[in-house]
């Protein structure tokens, strides 16, 4: 069956360094965009970052672009987030999922993911 499994999450104080990675299994991994989201205590979620089946084309939140590098290893069907210079604020559970290119997967459209992992936390302290 199709699983997403991510990893690399913990606590880092501020301005400290993460790099999540989510193994996907049980499906054509290089046939499927992938992205990043995540979710804070109260918050509604939100996207992260979001990447081609290739790995040409790459989208960030406004927010977070400069900080964060989503990248994928197709030969390990493998998905990654680096997470540089952290701050309090991007403590969240951090989610993969995958999504078959539709409509809008780069806008983080839920509705357009067809799997989801069950999550990572990362904790921020200040």
């Known amino acids: 069956q199709v699983q997403l499994v991510e990893s690399g999450g913990g606590s880092v104080q501020a301005g400290g360094s993460l790099k999540l990675s989510c193994a996907a299994s049980?499906?054509?991994?290089?046939?499927?965009?992938m992205g990043w989201f995540r979710q804070a205590p109260g918050k509604e979620r939100e996207g992260v970052a979001a990447?081609?089946?290739?790995?040409?084309?790459?989208y960030y939140a406004a927010s977070l672009k400069g900080r964060f590098t989503i990248s994928r290893d197709n030969a390990k069907n493998t998905l990654y987030l680096q997470m540089n210079s952290l701050k309090p604020e991007d403590t969240a559970m951090y989610y993969c999922?995958?999504?078959?290119?539709?409509?809008?997967?780069?806008?983080?459209?839920?509705?357009?993911?067809?799997?989801w992992g069950q999550g990572t936390q990362v904790t921020v302290s200040s």
């Open positions: 049980g499906y054509t991994y290089t046939d499927y965009c």
């Open positions: 999922a995958a999504a078959s290119c539709g409509y809008g997967w780069h806008n983080w459209d839920a509705g357009a993911y067809n799997y």
């Open positions: 990447i081609s089946p290739g790995g040409s084309s790459t």
